[in-house]
């Protein structure tokens, strides 16, 4: 599971499923005129509200969750374990709404049923499926939750082309202890070159010019996708061999007419038809 890959909405939706756990614990209902070390019961002592709200709630964050973070993603029913997350999100919700409304359910215990109302637990469980529920169905359509949980880590700085370190002891061109310079560059007590005249100075020799590389139409860049998208291979194959998660570095290697050639941190290259919104880095 890549936890670069979870965006600003998943970490809403990771929230708020530890507010409705925690939400299970404390009071159910509330009774007017109770005394306060009453031992009034939890959502884990109600059947209705443990599976349809607790459960069906933390599950369905689970599957949102696990739908942004897993590379190829299971389907159950023919639905995408995304969807059926944000479903159980929506239905943990409503049942939270239902039982806060009505927190005694069909149960009639005459005029002492007025007096019974929903206890800090189910508000807060109420407060926390609405949370999760917006969360997982706004976050594939606002762009601020679609912005990566994790900071990206910056990408490697390319060295320059032919870059060659400071000149020093030891490194070409550099002055050797001992030495002093005389004209032309060269050092007092060095010996004249065959054929020349005692007391000639030396003429300096030409150095020869290394070769420029050829200026390339195309430079290598790091980029990073916002959503998460398919990369081909570069065969032209309909099916995709990866999927290029937000909030990860790829390098991309060639121009493919509107698309790039990228390659995946495990050494995979593929061609990324979609390129819009992508961020250089």
């Not at 600003?8 to 005129?33: C, E, H, K």
């Not at 005249?197 to 020799?205: C, D, V």
């Not at 050639?261 to 390129?275: H, I, N, S």
């Amino acid at each position: 599971m890549n936890i670069r890959s979870l965006t600003r909405g998943d970490g809403v939706v990771i929230g708020a499923a530890v507010l409705l756990f925690i939400a299970s614990f404390l009071d159910l209902y509330s009774v007017d005129g109770a005394p306060d070390d009453a031992d009034l019961p939890s959502a884990w002592a109600s059947g209705p509200v443990v599976m349809g709200v607790v459960l069906a709630g933390i599950i369905g964050a689970v599957l949102v969750v696990l739908s942004r973070g897993l590379s190829q993603l299971p389907k159950v029913a023919g639905l995408d374990l995304g969807q059926v997350g944000v479903a159980f999100t929506v239905f943990a919700a409503w049942s939270a709404l239902g039982n806060v409304f009505d927190p005694l359910s069909a149960a009639d215990y005459g005029s002492s049923s007025n007096s019974v109302s929903a206890g800090i637990g189910l508000i807060l469980a109420l407060v926390a499926t609405l949370v999760m529920a917006a969360a997982a169905v706004a976050t594939p359509l606002v762009p601020a939750l679609q912005a990566g949980l994790v900071p990206a880590p910056k990408p490697p700085q390319p060295q320059p082309y032919g870059a060659q370190p400071p000149g020093g002891y030891g490194y070409p061109g550099a002055q050797q202890p001992g030495q002093q310079a005389g004209p032309q560059g060269q050092p007092y007590g060095g010996q004249p070159q065959p054929g020349q005249p005692f007391g000639a100075q030396p003429q300096p020799q030409p150095q020869a010019q290394a070769p420029q590389p050829p200026a390339a139409e195309f430079s290598p860049f790091w980029f990073a996708v916002p959503v998460p998208r398919p990369l081909f291979a570069e065969d032209g194959s309909p099916t995709p061999i990866a999927e290029l998660a937000p909030g990860t570095w790829y390098l991309a290697v060639e121009q493919r007419g509107p698309g790039l050639v990228a390659q995946t941190q495990d050494g995979r290259r593929g061609v990324l038809q979609d390129t819009s919104g992508i961020q250089r880095g």
